[in-house]
């Protein structure tokens, strides 16, 4: 129709907008929380599913690290390996050694691979420097970033060794090298000054292939370098696969639970956003008929609703990002320090997508029913807009009207009959909401229940060592991916440049039965020992006396009760193809004994495999430290007092523990289920809102009746408030199980992506009670969103309610 | 003779700047008494309707109904008012779609409290009464204009309110069935019942009312008394 041009159909749509000005901040409100969340979940997965591909990308990482002895390969001859056939990139050769430096507190490090590099870019391994500088000259170096503590920063200066003439650095950075090329970094000439006969200088070189996918490329590709210089003089190499197994394995963890989270956002913002926009269009149906009878055509109906549905869900679209990116950033950040990685930031691609997709699935919800609204004739949608009446839902008042219960909170409880749409759209908010509260929940309980059980020695109030604690702590955290050895085990072990008096634990033991308020106590040490079949030292703890109460998880089996037996981690049974029952041979020092594995020990120390046994199967073994139950009643404080008065002149200490924190991975997750949480039921919640805003809306004129005839402003409230009390009770009563079933399918998942399985106590964490209370919450997230329309609805004016059609 | 309804200089502006939409009036209606309310559109028929309702509240004055003042009266407090003392039938019957007759007669009976076999018994003998039994379990949508004025009409007098009110009762109704609601109206009018009615319709106005006042532009511009009820 020529004579509407875009001036009336402009008009025609800020009309629309300005007038429904409830249902317009619906809108924008609902794609804005859903955008959000998406924007949130999409980054997280992405973020997830691949950091160390993000990293390694980034750095051009080195698929093949290589170490040549330089007196067999010339640096000419090492150049020319990087013309062979499928080297894309190559660097080098840098002067290579390794070292074990020692802090200021006099603490050793592991030992360290040093790699002399003037700086940090490169062809291949653009290593990130995170904070600080380069090195410079000799006496400067720059570490992984990863051990960075209180003690250990940047103006901090390392021994190179425990020897008392070793030269000081000063550490002048922290890097992250995503391919763990090294470990620390220097000039070349530095590199050079500390190498010596048992670590003396190899030449590194990296390389990258194409292609370099698999395994066997690698092999391939290796053998290609090792023929280019002879067998000899290539020393060892290290492949980007590895590196990436390991550093997978931390990061793996957190992909499921993100993964499920991003599911359930993306789903809900798309049925919230579909049935807001649908509902918006289907109720104006009165509006839309009067425009068809001043002479709109149907085209521009559609449009002028399109655009009316499309205005604010853009403005809710570009809030939405915004929105999110502001909350992703922050669990970005944390997620990068925790995968010690590059850093993480919102991909591009998810701030396109997410809102495109938005756009689409607005797009197409108003398209639906306005091209509906457009197809009906003009009489038709008068008819339709003055009388929305259909019959529907009568049966579903006559049986309420049964109840025995007053008369609005059974006539509420009929109406989500009238509309089973709109009903089955809250229905599903509902649902999700619910869904994501039950999972959010498993999930921090699982989670903290990883955290208590990581630390079982924690459980003991007062720990009682054989040396002076400030021997003992700080360690450095170790490297992301597990790649370098944990630093030297708190206690007897410990050595350092003065070796520091270790008491005898035969006179601390004594120190403990005899000190009043003992309850029961048992001597614990950390040590390497070898299993036959096992490649390398393997972490175990040797515990002497009953035990029992500093035990791990079980997931099955039990906990060591005395000699010949031994507890090991899910990855220790994958590895040697064991299982419970079955025997490995020990061997400490130079004591072995055959162990029977009794129990499979919930362990979630990354890539290390720790057994546990019973010290009595070593003899020369001896406790390092002594966990301590008081009697009740004993102030733990006062008795470690005590015992530390008598130890500390034997050379240890006393303490009480704190109770332990959870870890950063943990912390993180729990945070951003929480955060997610919040965000998917704020979305179901708004979802309930708008739905219930439409009802009332169209239930107007009724409710005007009712209120006429004598119906209370508290009566109204209580009708709207029961239309959505049922559908609360079954998004709750569907809820809960998907949300029980989620969790019990997420967290198995997870366990095995970080390379356990998982103990009852961490998957059964649901108590019927707090299941109830959940199912309780898909009423709350009903009346909490029908809350506002319900008031509208309590307070309208009868007059008004009345005339209105 | 008790007075159902007494309005003292009451003035209802819906623009503070401009003339009152009705008034200031006063005027009071006796027990039994069909008051007819007359006048043109934008008159203030409604206004005053929904002022002795208890729907609005006046600018200035006192609206006392069933000796109660009730312009200062909660919107709870109006609303259980309402049900106690108030029925109202509508030009357009205002019936919920979704209840069967008996229900839409019974709810203001239920929304008091009074049980459900006492609110049905009740709502049996005013359908029986209006003639309307047949209709007892279908739904509104299905019926005559004529008959849903009577359950309407039904459902007004479920609480044996002091005073009905009918707006515009046959203004949506052809010839013949609004002689039906005249009538009934004239039946409840003998039977004791004050009825506050207002139409366009003199005929109706004067075949029912004992007093009719005409009202142009807020303001009674006739008050006229008969002699009898036919």
Known sequence: MSRFGTGALGRVVRSGVSRRRVQTVVIAMATMMAVASAVVAGSLMVAAAAPFDHAFGKQRGAHITAQFDPARASAAQLAETGKLAGVTASAGPYPSTAFRPVDQEGFRLPTLTLVGRSGPDGDVDRVDLKSGRWARKPGEIVLAASFEGPTIGIGATLKASDTLNAPTLSIVGFAVSAGKTADSWATPAQVDALASEGNPVTSQMLYRFDPASTKEQILADRKKLAASVGPAALLSTQSWLDTKRAADQGAAATVPFVMAFGMLGIVMSVIIVSSVISGAVGTSLRRISILKAIGFTPREVVRAYVAQALIPAGAGIALGVVLGNLLAVPLLSDSEAVYGTVSLSVAWWVDVTVPAAALVVVGLAALIPALRAGRLRTVEAIAVGRSPRTGRGQWAHRAMGRLPLPRPVTYGLATPFTHPGRTLAMLLAVAFGTVAATFAVGLTSSLTAVGTSQDPESRAPVTVTTTKLNNVAPPPPPPAGGSVASPSPAGGSVASPSEPEVADPAKVRSAIKSQAGTGSYYGRMRTEVAVAGISGSVQAGLYQGDSRSGSYEMISGHWITGKGQVVVPTRFLERTSTKIGDTVRVTYEKETANLRIVGESFDTSGSELEIHADMADFPSAEPSTFLVEVKSGVSADEYAQKVAAVVQPLGGDATTNAPSGQEGVILIMSAMAVLLTLMLVSVAGLGVLNSVVLDTRERIHDLGVCKAIGMSPRQTMSLVLASVTAIGVIGGLVGVPVGYALHGLVMPVMGRAAGTSLPSPVLDVYEPVQLLLLGLGGVVIAVLGALVPAGWAARARTATALRTE | ?230
């Open chain 2, 1 to 230: 003779m008790h007075q159902v309804i007494e309005l003292e200089s009451v003035a209802k502006r819906y623009d503070s700047a401009g003339a009152p939409a009705l008034g200031p009036l006063t005027l009071s209606v006796a027990k039994g008494a069909v008051f007819a309310v007359t006048g043109p559109s934008g008159s203030g028929k409604s206004t005053l309707l929904n002022l002795v309702a208890g729907l609005d509240k006046p600018t200035d004055g006192a609206v006392i109904v069933a000796g109660r003042r009730i312009d200062q009266l909660s919107e709870h407090a109006l609303a259980k008012f309402r049900r106690e003392h108030i029925g109202m039938a509508f030009q357009f019957f205002n019936l919920l779609d979704d209840l069967t007759v008996t229900d839409n007669i019974q709810l203001p009976a239920q929304l008091t409290g009074t049980g459900r076999r006492k609110a049905a018994a009740r709502a049996g003998e005013l359908m029986e009464m209006l003639g309307i039994q047949k209709h007892a379990r279908a739904y509104p949508g299905r019926l005559s204009g004529g008959e849903r004025q009577r359950v309407a009409v039904a459902r007004a007098l479920v609480n044996r309110p002091a005073l009905l009110l009918a707006d515009e009762p046959t203004g949506a109704l052809d010839t013949a069935s609004g002689h039906d609601v005249r009538d009934l109206l004239m039946d409840l009018h003998r039977a004791g019942q004050t009825i506050v009615l207002v139409t366009h319709d003199l005929t109706l106005a004067e075949a029912c009312a004992s007093r009719t006042i005409h009202l142009v532009d807020g303001h009674i511009a006739a008050d006229s008394y008969a002699q009898a009820v036919r």
